[in-house]
Nanobody, 122 residues
Framework: QVRLVESGGGSVQSGGSLRLSCAVS????????MGWFRQSPGKAREGVAA???????NYAGSVWGRFTISEDIAKNTLYLQMNNLKREDAAMYYC????????????????WGQGTQVTVSS
């Protein structure tokens, strides 16, 4: 069974940084791509970053150069380092897993965490 638990969200000023973590059930990395997604009120869920089982990464254009997805397999943890945060980055952030080959499409992921809230103030 795939279990995902996010943490690390919080409130930060514009230009600041946060690192999100996602605790992943063991061996998930060996089988699935992992992704970070976000959703703001009234908006559709969107892909932010993804990493496939071979370590290949994929980013949304809006976060390119500011966000970095990584994983610590020994700790069974997926990370999203977010730098130079903007107000438009504020959202609920979710991690997800599935055999999606690093896709940023939410519809291609079956397993989801409960989310962690990120607030960005000016």
């Amino acid at each position: 069974q795939v279990r995902l638990v996010e943490s690390g969200g919080g409130s930060v000023q514009s230009g600041g940084s946060l690192r999100l973590s996602c605790a992943v059930s063991k061996y998930t990395y060996m089988r699935y791509s992992m992704g970070w997604f976000r959703q703001s009120p009234g908006k559709a869920r969107e892909g932010v970053a993804a990493i496939d089982p071979h370590g290949g990464t994929n980013y949304a254009g809006s976060v390119w150069g500011r966000f970095t997805i990584s994983e610590d397999i020994a700790k069974n943890t997926l990370y999203l380092q977010m730098n130079n945060l903007k107000r438009e980055d504020a959202a609920m952030y979710y991690c997800a897993a599935d055999s999606s080959r690093g896709s940023l499409l939410p519809s291609t992921y079956r397993y989801w965490g409960q989310g962690t809230q990120v607030t960005v103030s000016s």
